[in-house]
């Protein structure tokens, strides 16, 4: 078998004309993501506007996280409606890990704040650890970086999401995420298994390539509104915007009637 593949994959014009089609085979769901993308950019917008700090007090991190969440979301539904179902699902777990931060804030706020200063200095330190074994910078350059390393405690560590999910009241969302990981976002088995069209118990097998079918778009949009929804939730708690509970109340509503994620 000869394989002929679009010269620029996804974003080949076939697949810019596939688009109405793939939206309309899971209209419900891309109509409920365009919902709550739009309130998601409607709280951005007042939360921007409300909220002047400093960059690190509370309510600037979560306008931050609130930014985060809402540009991959978006990038999950620029992927989702181009069939890119394992990339989409790549920017959903961003989305959820930003829905643990949001969580972790409402509820041990200063134990986050503290985990995400000791992250930032932790990450620097292991930068110029790595400056410092694999670079061919000069002596003095070298003094610096080794100034940099002294400068920031060894004991710091990064975030881990699984202790980040359990500091606030979505612990149970984490299995999401460790299937997110396994299925899209880490190199994997199960995530290169999506590029295989198995037969007989994996005894046949072929490539697999092109866009996802309707049930993995439907699969994945699913998943996406149950990690997008908790941080318009949590950030417009965080940000005592309440103005707009009745929008909020009504996505939860809408969210609960939805399947678990409980197979990708």
Not at 139 to 148: A, H, Q
Not at 251 to 257: G, K, Q, T
């Amino acid at each position: 078998m000869t394989w002929t593949l679009p010269p620029a994959g996804f974003l080949s014009l076939d697949i810019d004309e596939a688009i109405p089609a793939i939206r309309e085979a899971n209209a419900d769901l891309f109509d409920f993501s365009k919902e709550v993308n739009h309130l998601l950019m409607k709280l951005a917008e007042q939360a921007v506007n409300t909220v002047q700090t400093s960059s690190m007090e509370q309510g600037a991190v979560v306008v931050r996280l609130l930014l985060r969440g809402a540009g991959s979301f978006q990038g999950h539904l620029l992927m989702a409606e181009r069939g890119m179902h394992v990339e989409s699902r790549i920017m959903i777990r961003s989305v959820l890990e930003v829905s643990f931060a949001v969580a972790a804030i409402l509820k041990n706020s200063d134990s986050f704040m503290r985990m995400l200063r000791d992250d930032h200095h932790k990450s620097r330190r292991q930068q110029y650890e790595s400056v410092l074994k694999y670079s061919s910078l000069d002596e003095e350059r070298l003094k610096i970086v080794r100034l940099g390393i002294a400068q920031v405690e060894k004991s710091l560590r990064l975030i881990s999401p699984k202790a980040l999910a359990e500091m606030g009241e979505l612990e149970p969302s984490y299995l999401t995420y460790q299937m997110l990981s396994d299925n899209a976002s880490h190199v994997s088995a199960a995530s290169l298994d999506h590029y295989i069209e198995a037969f007989e118990g994996r005894k046949y097998w072929q490539y697999k390539v092109g866009a996802g079918g309707p049930d993995e778009i439907r699969k994945t949009l699913n998943c996406g509104l149950h990690a997008a929804i908790p941080v318009l939730v949590g950030a417009a708690e965080a940000l005592e915007m309440h103005q707009f509970s009745d929008q909020l109340n009504a996505f939860v509503d809408r969210l609960i009637a939805l399947p678990d994620v409980l197979v990708l």
